[in-house]
């Protein structure tokens, strides 16, 4: 749905008497209350947040940009921070925190932990998508087992993609939104250069 169907919305459906713009408050305080809601619906989601959907929180002058590295900034020296991860912004806990949050609460059968095969082949879905499994043979040198694609499909790593061009149109396989928010990728487009080391795991 987009914003100018949303703006459309009865009020009784949507939220026209929402005040995005706080006229009434001091331009200091606004802006502080725009950073608040931008951090409340950041906190509620559990998958990132597009620009889109944030601005219907501020005001129309605002700068999202602004506004984000404010936030950023107050959250130096605290042990999570904004990301800008698969085309929106969550929060994210730091690196080095890790191991605490798994003492702490027991995550270790949720590791998204790799074979060294999983990871290739999720590389080389990354780079060549959409790929069917013959394509995925062609460059590993050997078949790919179903069994390790439905892992990377159970850990919503991977998804169906179009039908294939080749004869009997099997499926193919791409890469999804979980894909870029575990690898803390804004887009495919921030994907390193790796194409040498798939095809070295090939060989």
């Known amino acids: 749905m987009s914003v100018a169907t949303r703006k459309r919305i009865p009020a009784d459906e949507g939220d026209t008497d929402f005040d995005r713009e706080l006229d009434d408050l001091p331009q200091a305080l606004r802006w502080r209350e725009w950073m608040g809601r931008i951090e409340a619906v950041l906190f509620a989601s559990a998958t990132p947040v597009g620009r889109e959907d944030l601005a219907r929180v501020v005001g129309q002058g605002a700068s999202m940009e602004m506004l984000i590295d404010d936030i950023q900034a107050e959250l130096t020296g605290r042990p999570y921070e904004l990301a800008h991860v698969a085309g929106g912004w969550m929060f994210r806990t730091k690196a080095q925190f890790a191991d605490a949050i798994k003492a702490a609460a027991d995550l270790g059968e949720q590791s998204l932990a790799f074979t060294e095969m999983e990871m290739g082949v999720l590389c080389a879905i990354a780079y060549h998508q959409p790929i069917d ?69 090939g060989n």
């Open 133 to 201: 499994r013959a394509g995925l043979a062609d460059i590993f040198g050997k078949e790919v087992s179903r069994d390790l694609l439905s892992r990377l499909r159970y850990k919503d790593l991977i998804a169906s993609g179009p039908r294939s061009p080749r004869p009997g149109a099997p499926h193919t396989f791409v890469t999804t939104e979980t894909f870029l928010v575990t690898f803390d990728l804004r887009s495919l487009r921030d994907l390193p250069e790796l194409e040498l080391r798939v095809d070295e795991m």
